[in-house]
């Protein structure tokens, strides 16, 4: 198992906190890297990548654009100059076999690749950011844990 470089904890009950982590990780992320977003339905997940995404954008002074999940087109893609992000969302994947149809992974030392779900992949990539999202005890309030593997 491997043990991750740098751990992070925050308190992200209040969406201003989630837009402020997300800020700060668009200034480290890169092409190459890959994130997992593990967490359940609803915890803030497809927020948070917004929040990235469209700091990204405004970063490159460009016009932000919607972010919604892909939970049914499995992927969506985003151009910000020469940063191709890769948005996948696995929540309707049955098997570990399916991951296999949709190119998951293959070109992702070239892209920001952004992963919800990634628990239905088989093999993880042994670099990587993991975002742990979980409910506190009271479903409003919330905690997003960080692992860099990078």
């Known amino acids: 198992m491997p043990i991750a470089t740098k751990s ?3 308190d992200i009950s209040k969406e201003s906190a989630t837009a402020s982590i997300a800020k700060k990780l668009s200034t480290i992320v890169k092409k190459g890297d890959v994130l997992f977003f593990f967490g359940e339905i ?3 997940k ?13 970063k490159n002074r460009l016009k932000l654009t919607e972010v ?10 985003y151009e910000i100059k020469e940063l191709l ?6 929540f309707r994947i049955k098997n570990v076999n ?11 030392n070239n892209v920001l ?3 919800e779900w990634p ?8 670099s990587r950011i993991e975002l742990i999202f979980e409910y506190k005890s009271k479903l409003d309030q919330r905690i997003l844990k960080i692992n860099d593997f990078r």
């Open 113 to 115: 690749t952004l992963v």
């Open 46 to 58: 497809t927020t948070f990548i917004r929040y990235l995404i469209n700091n990204l954008q405004k």
């Open 42 to 44: 609803g915890v803030g």
């Open 98 to 108: 399916e991951t296999k149809n949709i190119g998951l992974l293959e070109n992702c």
């Open 119 to 126: 628990e239905k992949i088989k093999k993880k990539l042994k």
């Open 68 to 77: 919604p999940s892909p939970t049914f087109n499995l992927l969506n893609e």
């Open 8 to 10: 992070s904890k925050y």
């Open 85 to 90: 992000i890769q948005h996948y969302d696995l």
